[in-house]
């Protein structure tokens, strides 16, 4: 559904300013050298508290004095909030760090604040942004261990008690800082009867809930996320304050799924900060190791899983920043990408990380030199699959949307692509506008086409035209293939070959984010100047995660993206797109 307002959608947006780099760099700043065991906030220290199963004390601290939770509050609400990839690139600084860290103190909170921005009203979205701004933590409750991440069976009941105030019943678990957060977002159920209108959401102080109606129940211990205090709550008839219900009652399964549009972006984003220490980690120690007379580094299988991982790393980031901007520019589909994002990035992710362990050979069962911490790295990797949302459950809200988007979006010769500031980071993005997110995308889908669009625009002799014209064979192929899908196909229980459709969708989506970002120079004109090794590199380690083909990277393609790989290494630059300064 799109926006029905004529007024609000022909107002002028305000701007969000262009991103600079500056908060990372001073956050890079704060966070110092990880390789010294005398910083509080360095290595030794994150592996300390990971083994005691604690939060790092002084990262938090540092959090708190650098202001971490302004970057979750709305800029009209005072906080800094004004660009989802700019929060995804600064959170990104906090999981290379500690990943525990970026989960424990940051993404909660946001993943609370996001539904109370999205449906809240004008007294509870200043109660919450003064609570986050003073330093505060909020949790976002939604499940519930029967019913897994089907949210909209869930059982917890804030239902009307006999003096007319919703009294909560039932259980939340394995909530993150649930025992520590000051402020929650409760999803219940507030009507009996079955359907979509049976659920809201309510925001609730922790000290407004009367004594002997709460209990707190076990932390969930974790193999990855150690520090993360997983929690769960047990409410008996509790009342709740009156006005808690976040935006109009029953309403709680679409604020959710509006939210969602932010979070399914931005969590994959944030955890490439994970990839980037991985690969670091594991070239630290491989740089180090002797076999055969020589580098473990300059063995061919050595070089390859580097490359290649580091190729993956920069795919992920270009699928991740083109779905985040496109939050900006085409909110009422922002849900097909977020859907997309979370489905394909954190999968990449796993399998990068599980990979880069070969590298340690034997050695990596060993609890000394860099094996500790990639050991952390690939525990505190796991949960970025199924944690919020899995793959599955995203390919699931991908697949109802399928059919329409392949009649209405992929066959029009007359579809909009995206704007194209969308995939040039030096541009400036109109404001987020909450209210713009959109369950539904009509059938609407400017990311494929702007991959038709470029390619048909691209010089013949231009080096990525043959991999667009691929790609959009394959768009032409999925379109018939998808158009015509029945009802009974595209729900629950749809058949596998259903959700290798949508499978097939993320991938043309990230081609078209991969291929649009290098097409689209910093001046907005086809780049003459990049290397197109990079982006053909990205678009193979693509078909190798889609199962078009099991061939390692070409050496023509491999040996640019090794140099690029070790340069930046050596200079002590992060391996994704921004290739800016660190201390990780």
Not at 63 to 73: D, E, I, M, S
Not at 408 to 430: I, N
Not at 473 to 496: N, R, S, V, Y
Not at 507 to 524: F, I, K, R
């Amino acid at each position: 559904m799109t926006s029905a307002n004529p007024v609000r959608d022909t107002v002028p947006q305000p701007m969000a300013a262009p991103s600079t780099g500056e908060e990372t760099d001073r956050l890079e700043k704060l966070f110092a050298d990880a390789g010294d065991p005398a910083n509080p906030v360095g290595r030794t220290a994150v592996l300390a508290a990971d083994e005691c199963g604690e939060m790092l004390g002084a990262g938090e601290e540092l959090l708190t004095g650098y202001g971490l939770n302004a970057h979750f509050v709305p800029a009209e609400l005072g906080g800094r909030l004004g660009r989802l990839d700019d929060l995804v690139r600064v959170m990104r600084s906090v999981y290379r760090r500690d990943p525990c860290l970026g989960l424990g103190y940051g993404a909660g909170s946001f993943m609370a604040a996001v539904n109370v921005w999205t449906a809240g009203s004008t007294e509870q979205r200043a109660l919450l942004a003064r609570r986050l701004l003073s330093g505060g933590r909020a949790a976002c409750a939604y499940h519930e261990l029967d019913h897994g991440n089907d949210f909209t069976r869930a059982g917890f009941t804030a239902l009307a008690g006999p003096d007319g105030r919703l009294r909560l019943n039932g259980r939340k678990e394995v909530v993150a800082n649930l025992r520590r957060a000051e402020t929650m977002v409760l999803f219940a159920r507030t009507d009996p009867a079955h359907g979509s209108r049976s659920h809201s959401q309510l925001l609730l102080d922790a000290e407004d809930l009367p004594a002997g109606t709460v209990r707190h129940l076990d932390r969930s211990t974790t193999v990855g996320m150690r520090g993360v205090q997983l929690g769960g709550i047990e409410f008996t008839d509790c009342p709740v304050p009156d006005g808690s219900v976040v935006g109009r009652p029953g309403h709680g399964v679409e604020t959710a799924l509006r939210s969602f549009q932010l979070t399914r972006t931005a969590l994959p984003g944030m955890t490439i900060g994970l990839l980037d220490t991985a690969l670091r980690t594991a070239l630290r120690g491989a740089h180090g190791r002797r076999l055969y007379g020589g580098r473990a580094t300059d063995l061919p299988l050595s070089r390859s899983i580097l490359t290649e991982t580091f190729a993956d790393l920069l795919l992920a980031d270009s699928f991740t920043m083109v779905a985040a901007r496109a939050v900006h520019t085409a909110p009422a589909q922002a849900g097909i990408y977020a859907s997309a994002v979370k489905a394909f990035v954190p999968t990449l992710l796993i399998r990068a990380v599980s990979r880069l362990s070969e590298l340690l050979g034997s050695q990596f069962y060993l609890r000394d030199g860099e094996q500790p911490l990639f050991q952390k790295l690939l525990r505190d990797v796991q949960p970025s699959a199924f944690g919020h949302a899995s793959r599955i459950s995203c390919l699931s809200a991908l697949l109802p949307q399928l059919p329409l988007t392949a009649r209405r979006g992929w066959r029009s010769g007359t579809a909009a692509p995206l704007p194209a500031d969308t995939f040039r980071t030096d541009r400036p993005l109109p404001g987020l506008r909450f209210a713009d997110l959109s369950v539904s995308a009509a059938g609407r889908d400017p990311l494929a086409r702007s991959l038709v669009t470029a390619t048909g625009t691209a010089a013949a002799d231009d080096p990525l035209t043959a991999s667009g014209r691929a790609w959009c064979a394959e768009l032409a192929a999925l379109t018939e293939d998808a158009a015509g899908l029945a009802p009974t196909l595209i729900g629950p229980d749809a058949p596998a070959s259903a959700f290798g459709l949508t499978t097939r969708w993320t991938g043309v989506l990230a081609a078209s984010a991969c291929l649009n970002t290098w097409w689209q120079g910093p001046d907005g004109t086809a780049s003459s100047t990049a290397d197109p090794a990079v982006p053909l590199a990205l678009l193979h380690r693509l078909g190798t995660h889609l199962d078009h083909h099991r061939e390692p990277l070409p050496r023509h393609l491999a040996e640019p993206l090794h140099a690029e790989l070790l340069r930046r290494f050596d200079a002590g630059l992060t391996f994704d797109l921004d290739n800016r300064p660190t201390g990780a």
